[in-house]
């Protein structure tokens, strides 16, 4: 099994200890549409493309 597969089942079993300990987010997202406020928390966030990330070059005159 390479790494990236054993961090993969690692999250799956943390995911399933959490539910098994009754996670009050679970329990709260049943009653809660978290989709219906994606809208406007991207707008709100304006995630930027990554194009332009980085440190811009530093010019030398």
């Known amino acids: ?3 990236e597969t054993a961090r993969f089942f690692d999250v799956e079993e943390q ?3 959490l539910s098994g300990l ?10 809660v549409d978290f989709e219906v406020f994606r809208p406007d928390l ?3 966030l304006a995630y930027s ?12 005159y």
């Open 1 to 3: 099994m390479d790494h």
């Open 15 to 17: 995911l399933a200890r």
């Open 22 to 31: 009754s996670d009050q987010l679970e329990a709260f997202s049943r009653t």
């Open 42 to 44: 991207e707008q709100a």
């Open 49 to 60: 493309d990554g194009s332009k990330s980085g440190r811009p070059r530093l010019i030398r």
